[in-house]
């Protein structure tokens, strides 16, 4: 799907490409992902779908360069983040992760910050001397985008923990959003939350399409339907196939690709 230009420049980012080429991901001798080539359209969503355990978390991680924090962890192979390989040497991974943030399956809001902290804590880290108007602005501009603006803006000051499960999980989307990222990585960022807080993620994603270029990992079939542009499936750590969601949906090219999206085997 194109984008319009006009849309793609909402944000303080343009979207940009994110692509892989020969990625391989090891934990010891374990082979979690294996030679993966993927392209991430700018300003689309891009869902990766599979089995439990085919390696589309460590997947998402090699994106943002957190797979080689785990003990024995292992990436060969190159990441593009446009035209630059983020694993190349002098690359600074903590600046990295501002412009590819990241959503976790469970929501992880600071439990000692306040709403406003949690939002401002990424900001604070690689954007020093911020007056606190300027502070105040980005944290608004940040939870308007997740769609928690009118929820807290009355109690900005108050424990973050006192939200519930689906607004603590787009807070730490504001968080993300606050460094206003070129990409935005979800992991399966709804599998702990009621269908109404589900449905309310999921229209934010489908919002915030055009402003970035986003990558979810999610167990759910009929959620990679509704929010996504391009599904890819992976099986036993490999890439089988990836195409428009439609198409993957309904004319999959692979026989373990129709196996899997119509229930046979997952």
Known sequence: MAIPEAVLKVGGRTPIEL??????????????????????????VTAIIGPSGCGKSTLLR??????????????????????????????NAIQLRTRVGMVFQRPTPFP???????VASGLNAVRRGLSFSQ??????????????WDDVRDSLNASALALSGGQQQRLCIARAL??????????????????????????????????????????NMQQAARVSDRTAFML???????????TLFTLPGDART????TGRFG
């Open 135 to 148: 502070l105040s602005d980005s944290v608004e501009r940040a939870l308007r985008r997740a769609a928690l």
């Open 112 to 118: 000692t910050m306040t709403i406003r902290e949690n």
């Open 258 to 261: 129709e196996a899997y999206v």
């Open 236 to 246: 036993d750590g490999a890439l089988v196939e990836m195409a428009d969601t439609r």
């Open 178 to 219: 606050a460094t206003e990222p070129e990409v935005l990585l979800l992991d399966e960022p709804t599998s702990s939350l009621d269908p109404l807080s589900t449905q309310r993620i999921e229209e934010l994603v489908y919002d915030l399409r055009g402003s970035m270029t986003i990558v979810i990992v999610t167990h």
């Open 62 to 91: 090699c994106f943002n360069r957190l797979h080689e924090r785990g003990a024995n962890a292992r990436v060969t192979g190159r990441v593009f983040l446009g035209s630059e390989n983020i694993y190349s040497q002098g690359i």
């Open 19 to 44: 692509r892989t080429e020969n990625l391989v991901a090891t934990y010891g001798d374990r082979v979690a992902v294996r030679d993966v080539a993927l392209r991430c359209n700018p300003g689309e």
